[in-house]
């Protein structure tokens, strides 16, 4: 941030003929106050700008300007904001996409389906505490009815499982809340999660489920208390493309006459189904 001085008379008026020496000092604050042009300047045309100052504490503090031959000036209180850059990133690597079979209940046999790092930028010393995440349907054809695929997400950490809530599901997107303090990314660090999915029993055969983090209303949201998202991130995120599929484990009558004529021609029908009748 900038500040500018300038030395007026008791009417505001510049003076613009004063080219005295002027020091800038931290008045009041718990951080440290970083000058890069320097401390003291000299008034030009009676006015003196310090550019690209940096304060180092997530307080509120105000500033002091003095000179030798007019009274100090004391700025109003300055609130220092939390950051709002917050991110997310691409991933090491993404999990391959594969086929997903139907009928999982479970984190023991949910399919990996995508990664990404969540990364708090640094600068003011608070911690990312996410409190949502959304995910959105990348798949272009055969796209699964997420209402009527998904039975549930799940999000890890180093292998340990974080504390979801509730989530919203429309046909192409979902939005998980995550419980207080589960995922908090310290400041200037960055974390990378894993996101697993269970299918539901009743499931299409070949429909596709792809999941993309947008740049754009992301749905991403942390703590005000700590840093925050930026509105943008910096690329959107796209999984592999997965395929949902149905293992026939038995034949099944679908249509029989229950009686027929002697020499007369008769129809019927047999399902390969899996155990959940898909």
């Known amino acids: 941030f900038s500040i500018t001085a300038a030395a007026t008379d008791h009417s505001g008026n510049i003076d613009s003929n004063s080219s005295a020496p002027v020091t800038l000092s931290l008045s009041t604050g718990n951080g440290n106050l970083s000058i890069p042009d320097g401390e003291t300047l000299f008034l030009s045309g009676g006015v003196v700008v310090w550019n690209n ?57 949910a399919t990996d389906v995508f990664k990404f790092n969540i990364c708090d930028q640094g600068g003011d010393g608070l911690p990312t505490i996410v409190t949502r995440i959304s995910l959105f349907n990348a798949a272009l054809g055969n796209a699964a009815d997420w209402t009527k695929a998904i039975r549930f997400f799940s999000l890890h950490i180093n292998g340990s499982t974080i504390a979801l809530g509730n989530p919203t599901y429309t046909k192409t997107s979902c939005t998980i809340p995550i419980l207080p303090g589960a995922i908090s990314i310290a400041d200037g660090e960055e974390q990378e999660l894993t996101l697993s999915v269970g299918l539901n029993d009743k499931v299409t055969d070949g429909e596709k489920l792809q999941f993309k983090i947008p740049a754009v209303e992301h749905g991403f949201a942390a703590q005000i208390t700590g840093s925050t998202f930026a509105t943008v991130f910096p690329q959107e995120l796209i999984s592999q493309s997965f395929t949902i599929d149905v293992s026939a484990a038995k034949l099944v009558t679908k249509k029989m006459p229950s009686a027929v004529g002697v020499g007369i021609p008769f129809d019927a029908e047999i399902d390969a189904t899996d155990n959940f009748g898909n």
């Open 53 to 109: 100052l940096t304060y180092s504490s997530n307080d509120t503090f105000t500033l002091q300007i003095t000179t030798n031959i007019l009274s100090p000036a004391i700025s109003n209180p300055i609130v220092v904001l939390n950051d709002t850059t917050s991110m997310v990133k691409p991933p090491s690597i993404l999990p391959m996409g594969k086929p997903i079979p139907a009928g999982c209940s479970s984190n023991t046999c």
